[in-house]
């Protein structure tokens, strides 16, 4: 640059100076102050080759980090720039355009940086709902934060009134809040996020009247009556006012799993069980919802123990690396029966236990095909029939590690949704297998469940531990993603379920009156960029039933946040709703339900004839107390006229000493108003009150 300052080693900066050279300003340097920088802002200065006879302009331009679009901010001589009207905890490409004041002629940029904006408290949790379970529990339920402006590290529910207070944090999106509640009292639920940098706005309050059927008394009296080698007959004594009762059975044999059984009677008998096993039964009583707190026994029952089965083998099928053969002999029993096995298998003690029975035959061999690769299994076989589970083999469970199959699917396949931008996921996966020779392609599907949309992308082959892939979920949308290996007959990981940030459905409903007609009214929440900035318009659902699910169901669409609502049903209850759907068809959650119990028309106060009727009333009321202060100052007055007559004639009077008495000249004094005068002598004062 000719700027009489040497920036090259060599001078060549300063070397062709001719007047009519075209000189080129551009930044060179940018400094962010953190100090004096927020969640919203970020104040930079910029530093460009020294100038005393120009002036120059700066023109900011910034993207957000991973987006093409930037934004052009205002022409500017001022420095430091503070930029402004950026999201919180977000990284940004910033970028300057430089001019001669006065000139037309810009200079592109020559310096890109990233900045980024500090972290803020999120935003508000929302559409927060309550479900009571018990008479001391209340699962509360939320959406994440709009904004979570940083990473999201607990969430806080509390309640009140609670005694001792309750607050309590949590790590999902929902959260079993247990302490004593009281039947009949209203209480307060909120749920507060927190990130890293502070806890963020409280969620709107949600009530919740603890409903009383949730008190249901425990079950007393619960007795074996009798006891075989198959069944059990229970009985108990009844608890009033319930809908009936549910019965639990578990066994000591950790293969063996029972259904509950529910029953209306005070008696039950209990099949399917197994020779000499010991059980515990529960029966607790059930209203609505709710059970009660359960009564239990421990039983065992009559006969011979179930043999095991012998002899248990397991391998791996030639040629199949992902295929194990299990084989096994007849059980020896005095029983003449025709055998029934169950195969049971899992990576692990837990899962093989909670998977229960995978496979039933009645021969003394099976093979399990399509396992993982490289993965380690246990197997085990079991009589389940006709004498209910017996237990594990007699050699125990057999260990197994199948080998790698280019059809076998990924595994440990996760979705994280960014901590910055609420639409962008990291899926991520490992291979089949840890030491691979060679590489994998992978095929990630994605299924649009509400456009019906599904689409494809490839990786080409990679040998690396863990494989990420970036995807993008829109507002609203809820999706299946699997993962499988780039090859003909692949078996795909998944699908797993994921839904794209929910859009914040209207808030505050309530129903006005316009002249002859109810109006239902809404206000939107804090939108996201990504739904405001594209067009959207609203439903508004009415219907006979809080679930919104009868087939008389009204969904009517408008594109104002008010709808006047169809004729006035007399003393009909109805729910009304309202959800936004955006232009690309994604809709968000129904706002919470609106109790409306429609009057007749002439039944619902209009506004201004409510203030009409008020004004009247008033009027009525201040005429009727003017009368009533008119009569009783009226009533004073006479009554005053009165005792200002005998005040003045009881004042004339005078004392006549040549007769010894007191005499007055007002004749018209009435008999009760004429005082009782006594006589006194002449050295007696007269004195007048």
């Known amino acids: 640059m000719c700027n009489n300052h040497t920036d090259c080693y060599d001078g060549s900066d300063e070397a062709d100076c001719k007047a009519n050279r075209t000189i080129v300003y551009q930044v060179a340097a940018i400094v962010v102050d953190s100090k004096n920088s927020n969640s919203a802002s970020v104040l930079v200065d910029i530093k460009i080759s020294p100038s005393d006879s120009v002036k120059l302009e700066y023109l900011a331009s910034y993207s957000v980090s991973g987006k093409d679009a930037f934004i052009n901010t205002t022409w500017t001589k001022e420095t430091p720039i503070r930029i402004c009207d950026l999201s919180a905890f977000s990284s940004y490409n910033l970028t300057f355009y430089v001019r001669v004041e006065g000139s037309q002629l810009v200079h592109p940029p020559a310096l890109y940086t990233t900045i980024t904006t500090k972290a803020d408290g999120p935003s508000a949790p929302w559409n927060v709902t309550l479900k009571q379970t018990s008479a001391t529990q209340v699962l509360v339920r939320w959406n994440a934060p709009v904004h979570s402006n940083g990473q999201i590290i607990n969430y806080r529910v509390s309640v009140s009134p609670s005694s001792p207070p309750y607050s309590m944090k949590a790590k999902s999106t929902e959260h ?31 009530y919740l009247v603890l409903d009383p059927d949730a008190i249901i008394a425990a079950v007393t009296n619960l007795k074996v009556q009798a006891i075989e ?6 009985t108990w004594s009844p608890v009033s006012n319930i ?52 009564a239990s026994t421990i039983n065992v029952t009559q006969g011979e123990a179930l043999p095991t089965v012998p002899s248990l083998r397991a391998q791996l099928v030639k040629g199949e690396t992902t295929a194990v053969e299990l084989t096994w002999q007849t059980p020896v029993s005095k029983r003449k029966a025709k055998w029934q096995y169950a195969i049971y298998y899992g990576a692990s003690l837990k899962e093989m236990y909670q998977q229960g029975v995978r496979y039933r035959t009645d021969k003394t061999e099976f093979t399990v095909r399509h396992l993982e690769a490289c993965e380690k299994y246990l197997f085990d076989v079991i009589v389940v029939g006709p004498y209910g589970y017996g237990p594990g083999t007699e050699d125990g469970f057999k260990l197994v590690i199948t080998g790698f199959d280019h059809h076998s699917p990924p595994k440990n396949v996760d979705i994280q949704f960014s901590a910055r931008n609420a639409t962008e996921a990291l899926i991520t996966w490992s291979p089949p297998c840890d030491a691979l020779t060679e590489g994998l392609g992978y095929l990630i599907t994605v299924r649009d469940l509400t456009l019906k949309k599904t689409s494809h992308a490839s990786l080409s082959p990679s040998r690396n531990d863990t494989i990420y892939f970036h995807q993008s979920f829109h507002y609203g949308a809820d999706y299946q993603v699997s993962v499988q290996i780039d090859t003909t007959n692949s078996r795909p990981a998944g699908p797993l379920s994921v839904s794209g940030p929910r859009i914040p ?31 959207y318009s609203y439903y508004v659902w009415l219907s006979k039933s809080h679930t919104f699910k009868e087939n008389d169901t009204l969904r009517i669409e408008t594109t104002e946040r008010m709808l006047r609502l169809p004729a006035d049903h007399p003393g009909e209850l109805y729910y009304a709703a309202v959800s936004i759907s955006e232009s690309h068809g994604y809709e968000s959650p129904r706002s919470e339900p609106l109790n409306m119990l429609f009057m007749m028309a002439s ?23 003017a009368i009533a202060l008119g009569a009783s100052l009226l009533v004073l007055f006479v009554r005053h006229r ?35 005068i006594r006589g006194f002598s002449d050295d007696e004062p007269l004195v007048i009150a």
């Open 243 to 294: 809908s009936g009762y549910a019965i639990k059975t578990e066994s000591n044999n950790n293969y063996a799993s029972y259904p509950a059984v529910n029953t209306t009677e005070t008696s039950c008998n209990i099949t399917g069980l197994s020779p000499r096993s010991r059980y515990s039964f529960q029966v607790m009583a059930l209203r609505k919802h709710f059970s009660g707190a359960p």
């Open 229 to 234: 080698d198959q069944w059990a007959y229970l």
């Open 642 to 676: 009165r005792l200002q007559r005998t005040f003045v004639s009881f004042a004339n009077s005078h004392y006549d000493t040549r007769s010894g008495a007191a005499t007055f000249s007002d004749q018209n004094l009435e008999e009760d108003d004429s005082p009782v």
């Open 603 to 625: 039944d619902v106060v209009d506004p201004a004839a409510e203030s009409s009727a008020h004004v009247y009333i008033a009027v009525a009321v201040a005429v009727i107390i």
């Open 505 to 535: 459905p209207p808030h505050q409903l309530s129903v006005g009156r316009v002249n002859a007609s109810l109006v239902l009214y809404w206000r939107d929440q804090d939108l996201p960029p990504e739904v405001a900035s594209h067009n």
């Open 176 to 206: 079993i809040v247990s302490t004593a509640f009281a039947a009949g009292t209203n209480y307060t639920f909120n749920v507060v996020a927190e990130n890293t940098f502070s806890a963020g706005i409280k969620s709107a309050d949600v």
